[in-house]
């Protein structure tokens, strides 16, 4: 199913984004400003939250599963380095990747949402150097375990391995 990342904010200023299944409304909620709150006897620092951290290559994780989504950006969270270069795939776009013999079906988990393609970055650049892969492969399997959802890594595959792809198992509940 589709979905998207919803942005709330409190009347207190406070942000999170939360996974939403389905479609987007276009509604938008505006607060009141709120009268100033008188300062707490000890202010706790502020801790970070991966809620409030997106890069724009998060934006091409619309459309993908959310327990995808998850492993990827808890794998960020957790300090990989890497870019998001491909998530949901149209069958026109499908159809490119075959003839150009990046893919070898048009069965791909792309079409469903059921995958992705991550890129290690080094020294600030995508790199496509396998050395770079078996370290975030590393990461992004630590982060699926972490978030209780198995995942596959194209690396791992007899033949055509496919080091940026990872997706989720064709059985259920991810099957599409």
Known sequence: MRGFLRWLTGKDGSSVATWEEGEPDITVDVHPAAPPKPPAAKPEPAKPSPAL???????LLVGVHPGLVRVVL??????????????LRSKERQAMMVSSGKSQTMKSRHLTGHAVDLAPVVGGSVTWDWTHYYPLAERVKAAAKAEGVPIEWGGDWISFKDGPHWQLPMRAPYLA
């Open 53 to 59: 951290i997106v890069q724009k290559d998060e934006l």
């Open 74 to 87: 808890r794998a960020r969270w957790d300090g990989a380095a890497f870019r998001i270069i491909e998530g």
